[in-house]
């Protein structure tokens, strides 16, 4: 298949480029690398030997994607990551978020619409659901009152695409919902890039134990849960980039539409458990310093992935331990070990 992907140079992006490479398929590769670096596509091609079409863009600007796809046509399907994350930076500076988040997937579907581009896999994340009432999280679960713009983003966008899906049945769209994404490709040549000071659990964790930081301060350790700290599903990058390829392939006869799927590994793991886990593998202890709670943090979540397994045909495969180590590796390398 001829596949764009949005976002391609960053964290879920890049990892899932190399996938859809190594599996064959044709790839057009877009980014405006305001969130990545200008080496990703070297290190991707040193990982799979294949060229992507690279394009350096800003899909938000009206009217850019689709002139550059224009003539890159036919094209099965587009990937679309390309969105800001970091859930801090988004209460300062909604704005930002409202803009690059909700005018690009408004840009990506404009495209698909008009250029017939059938299959649209678009990324979400288990932050719409809130805190939970009932766990595991189901994809029938209610939305619950984003905490970010970041959040309102992805909700919002969810309801952007199941109102254009309404309106054009000729697109079909997975949303797939992921939960944590940690790790890093195990060449340690991509992996997580942070700029400034990662708001994030383990790429913290790992520039603590590589020394770029003082301790891992962990926020809060009195919530109801069994060891105080807050729980979560974190899934490795490399399975997260498998159920993208896998949500490709649904999409050729989808069950419904949009297809819904939480994206997770089924375990919650507490942040303390990754802590334990991370000194079993680095063989150190970490300094930690237990301090209140981060506003608007998630007490607990966790997915139940049996609709992904039924309709989908995947689960995770690899461990926790296997994405402390990859990430513990990509650190390493960041580091010029
Ligand atoms: C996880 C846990 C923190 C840092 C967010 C978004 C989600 C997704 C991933 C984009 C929490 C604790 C963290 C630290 C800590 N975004 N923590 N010390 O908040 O679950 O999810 O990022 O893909 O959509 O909502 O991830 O890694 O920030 O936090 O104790 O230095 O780790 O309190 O309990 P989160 P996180």
């Known amino acids: 298949m001829r596949i764009v992907l949005t976002g391609a140079a960053g964290f879920i992006g890049s990892h899932t480029l190399v996938v859809l490479q190594e599996l064959g398929h044709e790839v057009i590769a877009i980014d405006d690398f305001s969130n990545s670096e200008p080496h990703i596509p070297g290190r991707i091609f040193q990982i799979t030997g294949k060229e992507a079409e690279w394009m350096e863009l800003d899909i938000a600007q ?10 890159r046509l036919p094209i099965d399907g587009i990937i679309h990551f390309a969105a800001f ?36 896999v678009f990324s979400s994340s288990c932050t719409v659901y809130g805190n939970p009432d009932e766990l595991p999280v189901t994809e029938q679960a209610p939305f619950r009152p984003a905490v ?5 983003t992805k909700q919002m966008g969810e309801r952007i695409l199941m109102d254009t899906l309404k309106a054009h049945p000729e697109l079909q769209a997975c949303i797939l919902r992921y939960f944590n994404p940690i790790g890093a490709h195990p060449s340690g040549l991509i992996g997580e890039l942070c700029r400034g000071v990662p708001s994030n659990l383990i790429p913290y964790l790992t520039q ?52 819904i799927f939480n994206v997770g590994t089924g375990k919650g793991v507490s942040v303390q458990e990754a802590v334990d886990t991370f000194n079993s593998i680095w063989g150190k202890s970490l300094p930690v310093e237990y301090v209140s709670r981060r506003a608007g943090d998630v007490e607990q979540i966790w997915s139940d992935t049996q609709k992904i397994e039924r309709d989908l045909g995947w689960s995770a495969k690899r461990s926790l331990a296997d994405a402390l180590a990859d990430a513990w590796r990509w650190e390493q390398t960041l580091a010029g070990h």
Do not use: Q
């Open 148 to 152: 970010s713009p970041y959040g309102e």
């Open 208 to 259: 603590t134990a590589i020394g770029k930081r003082e301790r891992l301060r962990i926020f809060g350790n009195d919530y109801s849960t069994p060891d105080g700290t807050c729980i979560r599903d974190f899934i490795h990058v490399c399975d997260l980039a498998d159920a993208h390829v896998r949500a490709l392939n649904y999409l050729d006869s989808p069950k419904e539409n949009p297809g």
């Open 85 to 120: 994350k970091a859930v801090e930076e988004s209460v300062h500076n909604p704005l930002k978020y409202y803009r690059n988040n909700l005018y690009g997937l408004v840009e990506v579907l404009d495209c698909m619409r008009e250029l017939n581009i059938p299959k649209l």
């Open 62 to 71: 009206p009217g850019l994607l689709k002139n550059a796809l224009r003539n």
